[in-house]
């Protein structure tokens, strides 16, 4: 077995969890290609193919990089409403920020650019309040709060959106630590709704003592009437609007009380402060309104039977197949609340494995992607599987993903051959590495061992380092590491060929696209072992 093909064994779940690989499914930015006619745009069902664009179907949920979901029909009825008149925009949210309140039985509400936007605005209204000249240096903090605290298993992607504040996250991991953090220099807890949550009535009692506001972030949570959040102690608590809502996909909900979140406000646009960028306008505002005022009138036991329905005719399609079986897997949170199917099966003797099952749904016509699969080429004689994600899927989405997924696994494509690549090259050393992005570049170092067609090491780049691993097959290099920043990963994928001393390749960014790399050997460090 290749050392390639062990590590085209990753599932391409982990690689979503991990920081989105998602050029492993060919949704990773792309360069353009060369310029072509301009297309006519078509305001119809096929607005997209107009202009070459593919639709999906969504058997994955609710992630921002495949638009979330699908807005209500009231939200689209309120946006274009809103779109004919011409109001004050503070007048509005007053009023917008007293139904909410009505609605969910919070102090006082407001709409912003999605949850993100409102961590910005929330922790913006922490450190500066309504104070104007405050507000304008920031996120010059000197003189002001400059610390978040945040327990480690928080720590994600989207709290970039705290951090451009300039603030210092402090990670803590126990109530005490908790405790032992709250200072002077505290300008806010931020906390994960769900597990992450669980010393949240603890801290709240020490942080109302101290004046510190806890922001819980439940952007895909379904929306609970009175707040699960706000009673069980957080000061403010914010939504994707995009999500389980079902309002404008630019749109999110920030609750609390009506002085902290109008100061939220006042940070944010149209105000000249630091949030003006994250603006929110008055479409976007009425369609989240809308939203909300919809959450309770909406039959959420009978979407729940919808959604069971759809799996169950997915389940009976591809039961079929021999060897397959499905299981219902229920939701363990409020986060993306729905029940999931995951469809398994013997790859051997069904000749097919999950990730080939993924990419084949991905490329195929109609398109569609999943909730995540498991099983690789590299052990393709065990169990494989899928898992489809219901919550986002619209009528008739369930019968073409029957029909498709039992014509998968019925007659499962080819898995790629790879001719024999001969004595795999050495690459043990030191190298300079060169990279070249859509738009700048960078130097980063790698340090590489090899142990017959298998690499171990360690990558350097401007800031960081990371261990690193890989295989050489002939003169083709695979070579992976994974950095751990702040809440996120940043992750290189790097695929070249050894000539003349010289690797060139490409590297992959995942989320961010692709580079080109150039890396010289440095210097040779230490004999061979076991080649």
Known sequence: MSWLETLNGVTRRDLFKSGGWLAALGLAPRLPAAAAPAPTLSLGTDIYQSINVR????????????TGSQSLPEVKKAMEAASHHYVQLDELMEGVGKRLAEITQA????????????MTHATSACIAGADPERMQRLPNLHGMKSEVVVP??????????IRMLGVRMVEVETKEQYLAALGD????VYMLAGPADQFLPQVAEATRQKGIPIFVDAAAEELTIP???????????????GKCLRGPQCAGLLLGPRDLLWAAWLNSAPHHAFGRSLKVGKEEIMGMLAAVEMWPRRDHKAEWKTWEGWI??????????????TEVIQPRDLSNHAPQLRISWDAAKVGVTGDLVEQAALEGNPRIVLGGSTGGRRRADQESSITIMPYMMTPGDDKIAAARFYEILSHPPAAPRRAPAGTPAQV?????VKLEFVRGAANHRLFLEQTGDTVTGTHRNETLTADLRGGVEGDQVLLRSSFRYEGTRLNYEFEGRLANNRLTGTVSLGEYGTARFTAERHQYVGPQRGA
């Open 185 to 188: 220099k505290t300008a806010m």
């Open 55 to 66: 639709p999906l179907v969504n058997c994955k949920g609710t992630f921002t990089i495949i």
């Open 152 to 161: 480690r298993n928080s720590r994600n992607v989207y709290d970039h959106a």
């Open 428 to 432: 043990a050393g030191q190298w300079d």
């Open 107 to 118: 102090p006082f509400g407001i709409v912003t650019a999605g949850c993100a936007a409102a």
């Open 227 to 241: 707040n699960h959040h706000l009673q069980r102690g957080a000061t403010m608590v914010g939504y994707s609007g």
């Open 312 to 325: 169950d005719t997915i389940a009976q399609s591809v039961k079929r197949v021999p060897t397959v079986k």
